[in-house]
C-alpha cells in the first residue's frame, strides 16, 4: 500500500545533540513538508520543498535543517540550535504542485528530551 | 500573513445529532483553499473535506458539509448524524492559491467529544 512512513515512533535528544527524524513516501508525490505540532496549538510548516534538492524554509524554520536527495525522502535534522525540540513531528507529501491537492500525512514522530 | 481561527477549543454533541464546528480566516489573496482536517487519537492527520474558493458551491462528502461565506472569510464544518468514531480533533486549514507547493496554515484544532 502506498503511503508516507516516518521513524523511529519516539525519539530522545539529549542537551547538545543533533537528531534526525526520517520520512519516506512511495506516493510518487513531488512536494514534501514538516510540521510541528505542540499540545493545544495546531500544526506550524517548518520546511517544505517542491522538487528533488530544492526546499524552502517555512514559519519556524530555525533551529531545522532538511535535505531532498531523493524524491521518496525528506528527513528533518533538529539541531542543537533548537532550544525546545520536544513536539509531535508530522511529515507529509502532495502529488505535483497544484495547490488544491491534499496532502497526506504520515503518523509523526514524538520527540523529547532527556 | 494568513491566520486560521477557531474558536471553540471544545465541542459536545449527542450520537445522531448534528454539529457544527467554526473556523474564520484572513487573508487578502482571492485564491486559494481551505480544509478541514480530523486528527483521532492516534494522532494520524485524516482529510474530511475540501473547498476551492473560486467555487459558490458548498462541498459535501457523505455526512460531512461545509459552509463556505467567502465575504465573510468563513468556513464552517457541519457533521450529521455524528457517530462515536467522529470523536477528534478537527482542524481547519488554509493554503493561498497560484503556483509554488506553500505548506498549510492552520488553526488551533476544536476537540470533539460525542455523547453516547
Known amino acids: 500500500d502506498g503511503g508516507i512512513t516516518q521513524s523511529p515512533k519516539y525519539l530522545f535528544r539529549k542537551e547538545g545533540q543533533n537528531v534526525t527524524l526520517s520520512c519516506e513516501q512511495n506516493l510518487n508525490h513531488d512536494a514534501m513538508y514538516w510540521y510541528r505540532q505542540d499540545p493545544g496549538q495546531g500544526l506550524r510548516l517548518i520546511y517544505y520543498?517542491?522538487?528533488?534538492?530544492?526546499?524552502q524554509k517555512g514559519d519556524i524554520a530555525e533551529g531545522y535543517s532538511v535535505s531532498r536527495e531523493k524524491k521518496e525522502s525528506f528527513p528533518l535534522t533538529v539541531t542543537s540550535a533548537q532550544k525546545n525540540p520536544t513536539a509531535f513531528y508530522l511529515c507529509?507529501?502532495?502529488?505535483?504542485?497544484?495547490?488544491?491537492?491534499?496532502?497526506?500525512f504520515g503518523d509523526g514522530t514524538r520527540l523529547s528530551i532527556l | 500573513a494568513q491566520t486560521v481561527t477557531q474558536s471553540q477549543p471544545e465541542m459536545s454533541v449527542q450520537e445522531a445529532e448534528t454539529v457544527t464546528l467554526s473556523c474564520t480566516y484572513d487573508t487578502s489573496e482571492s485564491d486559494y483553499y481551505l480544509f478541514w482536517y480530523k486528527q483521532p487519537p492516534s494522532r494520524q492527520m485524516i482529510l474530511v473535506i475540501r473547498?476551492?474558493?473560486?467555487?459558490?458551491q458548498n462541498a459535501t462528502e457523505n455526512r460531512f458539509s461545509v459552509n463556505f461565506q467567502k465575504a465573510a472569510k468563513s468556513f464552517s464544518l457541519k457533521i450529521s448524524d455524528s457517530q462515536l468514531g467522529d470523536a477528534a480533533m478537527y482542524f481547519c486549514a488554509y493554503r493561498r492559491g497560484g503556483g509554488g507547493a506553500d505548506g498549510l496554515t492552520f488553526g488551533k484544532g476544536t476537540h470533539l467529544i460525542i455523547q453516547p
Open positions: 507529509a507529501s502532495s502529488a505535483g504542485t497544484g495547490v488544491g491537492q491534499p496532502q497526506h
Open positions: 473547498q476551492e474558493a473560486y467555487k459558490q
Open positions: 520543498s517542491q522538487i528533488v534538492n530544492d526546499f
